[in-house]
């Protein structure tokens, strides 16, 4: 199963879409240094690939970019505030993000801290009024399974794992196990979110859920090839940053052949989860899974 859709097209259409929702979203707070550095790191480049998900899963039940727009933002938000995290100097300390300084480089190590902290709540904010869904169950759900994918057993956990594995001999296993929480469940609750709030059956959303896992762990693997591969123009990030940390990857553990292959059996099995959809037209969640793997940033 491979499509030829231009997703990069797309998601620089969508970009805009998400980067003026979030700009909505954050108006009308009183200006402070905080909200410069929120704004900085929350609008600003990058692919807006989990939004982009939220949207497509969307489309397929039926929603429009109205039903799903705030639920894509929150995501998005979640994802930069991650990002502002993962390059402070305690974590990895990166000092290029989307191709500028990264938060604490353009203010400075507190304000990035709270800007992270802060884009966070916000996030639990939107999702929990009612201006983004009336449906009190549909928000709590969506809630729920947002905060368990990025906490202790989430995101969160994932980066724990990810930091004390610097320099260890790890099983392939804990490498996946790892990726899985650190990038993964994030991909996956892009896509369920969508699912949920088109009240989609039992058997669809597994089917979306499992969708976003195996694309999210392939999307992490090749974003590991990049670090090797790629170009730092192109990334908007400083590279070659793994193995001088001595990082756990399929890349540093099996060599960058593997790493592709493994990167290729997982896009393929994320696209398998689609049949259990059906009749409807996902052609662009294939396309996305095909863009996963052949991206080079
Ligand atoms: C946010 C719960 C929470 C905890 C913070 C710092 C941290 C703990 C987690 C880090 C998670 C992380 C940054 C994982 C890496 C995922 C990854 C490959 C990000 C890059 O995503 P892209 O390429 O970035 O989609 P753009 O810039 O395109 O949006």
């Known amino acids: 199963m491979s499509i ?11 970009s805009e879409t998400v980067r003026d929702e979030i700009a909505r979203l954050l108006a009308g707070n009183q200006a402070s240094k905080l909200l410069e550095a929120m704004k900085y790191s929350a609008i600003s480049g990058g692919k807006y690939l989990r939004p982009f998900i ?14 799903v727009i705030v639920a894509a933002a929150s995501i998005e938000i979640i994802h ?12 990895d300390n990166d000092d290029l993000r ?5 938060c604490h480089k353009a203010f400075d190590e507190a304000t ?14 939107i999702l929990s009024s009612e201006n983004f869904n009336k449906d009190a169950e549909i928000r709590c759900k969506v809630i729920n399974l947002l905060a368990k994918s990025i906490g202790m057993n989430g995101m969160a956990g994932g980066q ?8 260890l001999e790890v099983s392939e296993e804990e490498i996946l196990t790892m990726q899985k929480m650190k990038t993964a469940y994030l991909f996956s609750v892009s896509a369920e979110i969508a699912s949920i709030l088109a009240k989609s059956n039992d058997i669809e959303r597994l089917a979306i859920r499992n969708y976003g896992l195996k694309l999210g762990l392939a999307f992490q693997i090749i974003d590991d090839v990049i670090d090797v591969e790629g170009t730092e123009k192109h990334a ?25 292959m493994k990167a290729h059996k997982l896009s393929q099995e994320a696209k398998s989860h689609l049949l259990a959809l059906g009749d409807r037209d996902y052609n662009n969640l294939i396309a996305i899974a095909d863009f996963v793997i052949a991206r080079s940033y």
Request: hydrophobic share 40%.
């Open 4 to 14: 030829t859709i231009n997703i990069e097209a797309q998601l620089a259409d969508l």
């Open 54 to 67: 939220t949207y497509n899963v969307g489309k397929i039940f039926d929603l429009s970019i109205q039903d």
């Open 80 to 91: 930069c505030y991650s990002l502002i995290h993962d390059d402070l100097p305690s974590m």
């Open 98 to 102: 989307r191709g500028k300084p990264s």
């Open 112 to 125: 990035a801290i709270l800007a992270g902290d802060a884009l966070h709540t916000f996030a639990f904010e």
């Open 160 to 167: 724990m794992f990810d930091l004390q594995y610097e320099q």
């Open 236 to 260: 908007g990030k400083k590279l070659g940053k793994d193995e001088l940390a001595g990082k756990a990857t399929l890349v540093s553990k099996f060599g960058i052949d593997y790493a592709k």
